[in-house]
């Protein structure tokens, strides 16, 4: 509607996941560089974490345009709320394979058939999982269990898991603790900052053809606050703000018309408050004070960062954990086999301890024998 008035050739803010515009900000090429590493290094498990709207699904989509071979079988998930058999056959579906509903079994062999087939073929195989924070524990151990074929110099298969920070916490669970340890390569994404939240509305603008100082330093800063630099939130604000210049008749976009998204929106796909409420109850719009804000975005910043610590922590204690439990596991093991050889060498002992009674007793029965016979 407003394309032609702004002079764009594109939508800037269409918030369909694009690879042509993604921004690459400081946090998106760090995220980009571990996918990369993860797929090139052969790693059995990458995980991709973020909140909703960070641009999980567009970095998906670059790395699998950018490091993924097109002999690649990649098979893309993205309905998870879904059994563990039925993950099994959605799989099948998407290496087009026959399918084998209510025979898990049968399932099993067919996807370990087509992954020892590729490998003899020399072809890869990838799964991207989206939205992976909906699996259950029991389709996550499913997923674990196919892993476990391998060849001697490289994984049969690799697992891309994409989801929300409540992913990386189901996988602190006790009961998951085998698949935590097969991670190889982890990243969380977070939300953009306020320099980066000006060079990504710039960014876009440009890329469409429009001018890059289309909204005024004042637009952006309140897109700032009340996205907290997500960018699905940022387009939802900018797209609607477009429309409300253009209403206006106006080539800048101004405070005011984010200022109006934001009331007219009530939180619903932006950050949940309106920014004056998120700052300080009873503030006007146009007395919200940005250096609260940046306050609050940086006590948010830290307390993540803590959490992430936190999660750090509780993941190394799990893999001790678990590291102790694969010790007392061969422990028990080699108690076992100790018992085992001593039962057997008990055994033949008492075998050997029977054959010389026998071989003594022998003559002493027979003298029994005959002296009863001569009586």
Same mark, same amino acid.
């Given at each position: 509607?407003?394309n032609?008035?702004f002079?764009?050739?594109?939508?800037?803010?269409?918030?369909?996941?694009n690879?042509d515009?993604?921004?690459l !900000?400081?946090?998106?090429?760090?995220a980009?560089?571990?996918?990369?590493?993860?797929?090139?290094s052969?790693?059995s498990f990458?995980?991709?974490?973020?909140?909703i709207?960070?641009?999980?699904?567009?970095?998906?989509r670059?790395?699998l345009?950018?490091?993924?071979?097109?002999?690649t079988?990649?098979?893309?998930?993205?309905q998870?709320?879904v !059994?563990?058999?039925?993950?099994?056959n959605m799989?099948?579906?998407?290496?087009?394979?026959?399918?084998?509903?209510?025979?898990?079994?049968?399932?099993?062999?067919?996807?370990?058939?087509f992954?020892?087939?590729?490998?003899?073929?020399?072809r890869?195989v990838?799964?991207?999982?989206?939205?992976?924070?909906n699996?259950?524990?029991?389709?996550?151990?499913e997923?674990?269990?196919?892993?476990?074929?391998?060849?001697?110099?490289?994984?049969?298969l690799?697992?891309?898991?994409?989801?929300?920070?409540q992913?990386k916490r189901k996988?602190?669970d006790?009961?998951?603790?085998q698949?935590a340890?097969?991670?190889?390569?982890?990243?969380?994404?977070?939300?953009l900052?306020?320099?980066?939240t000006?060079?990504?509305?710039?960014?876009?603008?440009t890329?469409?053809?429009?001018?890059?100082d289309l909204?005024?330093?004042?637009?952006?800063?309140l897109?700032?606050?009340? !996205?907290?630099?997500?960018?699905?939130?940022?387009?939802?604000?900018?797209?609607?703000?477009?429309?409300y210049?253009f209403?206006?008749?106006?080539?800048?976009v101004?405070?005011?018309h984010?200022a109006?998204?934001?009331?007219?929106?009530?939180?619903l796909?932006?950050?949940?408050?309106?920014?004056?409420e998120?700052?300080t109850?009873g503030?006007?719009?146009?007395?919200?004070q940005?250096?609260l804000?940046?306050?609050?975005?940086?006590?948010a910043?830290?307390?993540?960062?803590?959490l992430?610590?936190?999660e750090?922590?509780?993941?190394t204690?799990l893999n001790?954990?678990?590291?102790y439990?694969?010790?007392?596991?061969?422990?028990?093991?080699?108690?076992?086999?100790?018992e085992?050889?001593? !039962?057997?060498e008990?055994?033949?002992?008492?075998?050997?301890l029977?054959n010389?009674?026998?071989?003594v007793?022998?003559p002493?029965?027979?003298?029994a024998?005959?002296?009863?016979?001569?009586q």
């Amino acid at each position: 509607m407003y394309n032609e008035f702004f002079g764009f050739t594109n939508t800037p803010f269409d918030i369909v996941p694009n690879p042509d515009f993604l921004f690459l !900000s400081q946090r998106h090429k760090t995220a980009l560089d571990h996918l990369e590493y993860g797929l090139t290094s052969g790693a059995s498990f990458i995980l991709l974490t973020g909140e909703i709207g960070t641009g999980k699904t567009t970095l998906v989509r670059e790395v699998l345009r950018r490091c993924v071979p097109s002999e690649t079988e990649v098979a893309l998930v993205f309905q998870t709320n879904v !059994s563990a058999e039925q993950l099994l056959n959605m799989l099948l579906t998407e290496f087009e394979l026959p399918t084998h509903p209510g025979d898990k079994p049968a399932a099993l062999d067919q996807i370990n058939q087509f992954l020892v087939q590729k490998y003899s073929q020399n072809r890869k195989v990838l799964i991207v999982v989206d939205e992976a924070q909906n699996l259950s524990p029991e389709a996550l151990e499913e997923l674990r269990m196919l892993s476990n074929l391998q060849s001697d110099d490289r994984m049969l298969l690799q697992v891309l898991l994409v989801g929300q920070p409540q992913l990386k916490r189901k996988l602190l669970d006790p009961g998951l603790a085998q698949f935590a340890q097969r991670i190889g390569v982890n990243y969380h994404l977070t939300g953009l900052s306020d320099e980066e939240t000006v060079e990504y509305i710039s960014y876009r603008l440009t890329k469409s053809g429009g001018q890059p100082d289309l909204f005024s330093p004042e637009a952006t800063a309140l897109v700032q606050q009340a !996205s907290l630099g997500v960018p699905r939130s940022i387009n939802l604000i900018c797209g609607s703000a477009l429309l409300y210049a253009f209403a206006d008749q106006q080539h800048t976009v101004s405070r005011e018309h984010v200022a109006q998204v934001v009331e007219d929106k009530s939180g619903l796909g932006v950050a949940g408050q309106q920014p004056w409420e998120r700052l300080t109850p009873g503030l006007e719009p146009a007395a919200a004070q940005p250096q609260l804000a940046q306050a609050a975005f940086a006590q948010a910043t830290e307390t993540n960062q803590r959490l992430g610590a936190m999660e750090g922590d509780l993941r190394t204690l799990l893999n001790s954990f678990g590291s102790y439990q694969d010790e007392l596991t061969r422990r028990i093991e080699s108690i076992q086999e100790h018992e085992r050889k001593t !039962s057997q060498e008990l055994a033949a002992r008492c075998a050997r301890l029977e054959n010389v009674v026998r071989r003594v007793a022998a003559p002493l029965v027979e003298q029994a024998k005959k002296a009863k016979e001569d009586q």
